[in-house]
T-cell receptor, first 113, second 115 residues
Framework: EAQVTQNPRYLITVTGKKLTVTCSQN?????MSWYRQDPGLGLRQIYY???????DKGDVPEGYKVSRKEKRNFPLILESPSPNQTSLYFC????????????FGPGTRLTVL | SQQGEEDPQALSIQEGENATMNCSYK?????LQWYRQNSGRGLVHLIL?????REKHSGRLRVTLDTSKKSSSLLITASRAADTASYFC???????????????FGAGTQVVVTP
């Protein structure tokens, strides 16, 4: 089954404790992207990747890192999480040369205390 | 900043009625897309309309695009309880196939369909 998976789905952590949210897709998508969703603000892009080893900042990259060492994986790293990073996070993938229709993962709800 | 702004923010209707929501945006676009999100879950792509198209249908969905007014509408006909969800418009301002198009999402319209 074609899908984008994220782990963990729920995470409660404390300020400053490094964490990684994994994202994996089995659809051979070149492009992958991370979003955060906050009430009243819709989805805002954090980082995106156009292919292996090619990443760039989105609209709200501060406090986040990403890597793309393999085509299927695109982890989101919070080196020192803060309470303002409490949010619902989504990973998405899509094909190059298409119309940018994105396939979303199920989401990771992160709470930073 | 948000490119798309949905209106209304919330909509409550009865089964069988039509639901209409609107999206306005600020800059020129390559295409506009609508997504659905069931509570707390991932977004699901519904329909895409290109900038040179004016209307598109998919099942019970009808999307219109007016580039002169920078607006789009999504109509769900004969709504069902299962249509209860949040609906988001997203704009792709990509200019060429070589440039990566960032999707800009609005804040969404929350639709509740009661039996």
């Amino acid at each position: 089954e074609a899908q984008v998976t994220q782990n963990p789905r729920y995470l409660i952590t404390v300020t400053g404790k490094k964490l990684t949210v994994t994202c994996s897709q089995n659809m051979n998508h070149e492009y992958m992207s991370w979003y955060r969703q906050d009430p009243g603000l819709g989805l805002r892009q954090i980082y995106y990747s156009m292919n292996v080893e090619v990443t760039d900042k989105g609209d709200v990259p501060e406090g986040y890192k990403v890597s793309r060492k393999e085509k299927r994986n695109f982890p989101l790293i919070l080196e020192s999480p803060s309470p303002n990073q409490t949010s619902l996070y989504f990973c998405a993938g899509f094909l190059a040369g298409g119309y940018n229709e994105q396939f979303f993962g199920p989401g990771t709800r992160l709470t930073v205390l | 900043s948000q490119q798309g702004e949905e209106d209304p923010q919330a909509l409550s209707i009865q089964e069988g009625e039509n639901a209409t929501m609107n999206c306005s945006y600020k800059t020129s676009i390559n295409n506009l897309q609508w997504y659905r999100q069931n509570s707390g879950r991932g977004l699901v792509h519904l329909i895409l309309i290109r900038s040179n198209e004016r209307e598109k249908h998919s099942g019970r969905l009808r999307v219109t695009l007016d580039t002169s007014k920078k607006s789009s509408s999504l109509l769900i006909t004969a709504s069902r309880a299962a249509d209860t969800a949040s609906y988001f418009c997203a704009t792709d301002a990509r200019r060429t196939t070589d440039s990566w198009g960032k999707l800009q999402f609005g804040a969404g319209t929350q639709v509740v369909v009661t039996p």
